[in-house]
DNA sequence: CTGCATCCGCTTCGATACTG
DNA sequence: CAGTATCGAAGCGGATGCAG
């Protein structure tokens, strides 16, 4: 990408990060190491020699870097720095802000279970007393394990098969309604476990992120908002309008 | 932008704010309201009709608003919906990532002080205890007040000439060089107050957030890290490689 | 003067094919 | 498995024009 040429901490961090795909190319290195393979079937529609291309340039930037893998594997492993994981709170916060563009649901999209894990990182921040619990999450050839504790939530991809105190398995948008706290009628994705675990499961998710109690948090308004007489500030639209069409 | 077409709140929030130059108008309405002008001008090298497409496709989308603004100014004025505002902590985090990429200072590239905001924000995270003090800072073209206290630090632009305890003057790099505590031998902005003020100064700007202590801050490492083995986790860099051009 | 639209050379992207 | 090479399509950057 052109740079942009400013003396600007944020406009620098694009020229490192802002360039098509590159973003997500660190939730993949976020989530976990991968191979070149791994990142080119975990990215679904990126060019082969763009690929390259990032990873190349992401790592001349000093936020990846390659390792051979000697003996078993045989193969070269991509991770992030030190630096490049300091991404992650932005990735997250950039998640928590798109939470509500889940809505609409999977549609013609493409879904991996394993991109749950940003969207449970936005559904519960960081420190908060969350119940102890262990919920592994099937869905979409990926399997999640979430720990929630004092600590706070940690989801990590895992191999299939460990234990937990309860499992919910189904399509994305369905766990992941389940996980922000939708539960109407019917819980749209299965979940399984016992009545105290349920219990505390259900405790969980009603200290989901909702995403009404954000209109605070509002940046520096220099001028005026008195310019429109009469203004009420309006709540966090749950959904915000879509004119714009999707999968162009 | 084409829709990366993911299920994602990440790659969904990218779908809205991923194109170039869309995230830096976020940036300038986050600083203030403004007009298409102001934006152009705000925003060296960006094509008017890319201005024009990418204020259509954010209002669209619900992160930014118009208001004809009616009687003496006869102007448009682009703002941030409730929404949109919320990019705030995203930019934020952001630009405080991208804080060593400030190192090299400014070179050839474009500089308005009004962009200090960010790393000023950058620099001093939210709840912390703050000396009392406010300090005008005048650099490139632009002049701003920030406010530091209990609450925290809060820095918005500001017409000129208003009280404060301290005032620096001069170029962005000089003046953001002092505010992150690089007072070597001799400081790089002149600064000027009184002997209280500048003490607090003094004790603010020690409190700057070095980068040092981010390496705890670190995302979820599936694999094991023992696969280097004698792996000692390296220190965040202050300055990461530069091996890539910039100003292309 | 503000707020764009149009045109054009150039770069980047996306898709496929091909190689060590 | 891990990329490079190629080529049409789309997007960007810069200049210019023009209506309210």
């Not at 000697?70 to 992030?80: D, E, G, K, R």
């Not at 493409?110 to 960081?126: C, D, K």
């Not at 399509?171 to 996980?179: C, Y």
Request: glycine share 8%; proline share 8%; aromatic share 6%.
């Amino acid at each position: 990408m052109k740079s942009y040429g400013e003396f600007c901490a944020l406009s620098r961090a694009l020229d490192v990060v802002g360039d098509r795909w590159t973003i997500l190319v660190v939730r993949e290195l976020l989530i976990a190491p991968s191979r070149y393979t791994d990142l080119h079937k975990a990215l679904p529609g990126i060019a082969t020699n763009l690929l390259a291309q990032r990873l190349r340039t992401l790592e001349e930037a000093g936020v990846i870097t390659s390792e051979e893998q000697p003996a078993p594997v045989s193969a070269q492993v991509y991770m992030l720095t030190d630096w490049g994981r300091g991404l992650h709170t932005v990735l997250v916060d950039l998640a928590r802000w798109g939470v509500p563009l889940l809505a609409p649901g999977i549609g013609d999209d493409h879904s991996q279970g394993r991109w749950l894990v940003f969207a449970i990182m936005a559904l519960f921040p960081e420190r908060a007393d969350y119940p102890s619990l262990t919920v592994r999450i099937i869905a979409d050839g990926d399997e999640l394990l979430l720990t929630a504790g004092a600590g706070g939530v940690q989801t990590t991809l895992t191999s299939p098969g460990g234990p937990a105190d309860i499992t919910i398995e189904g399509r994305s948008d369905d766990v992941f309604r389940t996980l922000s706290g939708e539960l109407t009628d019917k819980p749209t994705a299965p979940v399984s476990g016992d009545d105290a675990a349920l219990q505390r499961f259900s405790q969980l998710i009603s200290l989901a992120y909702t995403h009404d109690l954000d209109v605070a948090a509002l940046g520096p308004r220099t001028l005026t908002a008195s310019a429109s007489p009469g203004h009420t500030p309006a709540p966090v639209p749950r959904q915000p309008p879509r004119t714009t069409q999707r999968r162009g």
